[in-house]
């Protein structure tokens, strides 16, 4: 049975959102790189780098939103800094990430007894995984 109204519709076109996240401040559209917190019990505002995931009490500012934060009086605010360029990976990451890859391709050591814990097939050619590969019988 179809509604009076007609097929049901998405509200929003997906075209329309955007996973950047925007400035929080009123016909401001540019992307935010910071995050403003208040807290009260101190009288203090705090602004740091963009948070991580976006929280309904605090408020994502850019750039220039962020530079001309003012608090109000007889209040502190704590600016802690704020990453404006991308993170580049350090030497230390490309050696890990190296490393990693190096163990994930190297083949598994064999015992040098060539036992497996049980009695080995002497016919056994090779193995890969739970597979073994014997000789062609011979004729």
């Known amino acids: 049975m179809e509604s009076r109204r007609g097929p049901l519709k998405s509200a929003v076109a997906s075209n329309v959102v955007s996973p950047v996240r925007r400035c929080s401040r009123t016909a401001c559209g540019r992307p935010a790189v910071a995050t403003l917190t208040y807290v009260y019990a101190d009288s203090t505002a705090v602004l740091g780098p963009l948070a991580t995931y976006a929280e309904p009490h ?82």
């Open 58 to 139: 605090c408020y994502d500012l850019c750039h220039e939103h962020s530079e001309r934060l003012t608090a109000p009086r007889g209040w502190e605010v704590v600016r802690l800094a704020v990453d404006s360029g991308p993170v580049l990976p350090s030497g230390d990451d490309l050696e890990a990430l190296a490393n990693a890859v190096r163990e994930a391709v190297r083949p598994p050591e064999r015992p040098a007894n060539g036992s497996r814990g049980r009695e080995a097939d002497p016919r056994e050619v090779a193995r890969r995984g739970h597979l073994r590969v014997l000789p062609s019988p011979e004729p």
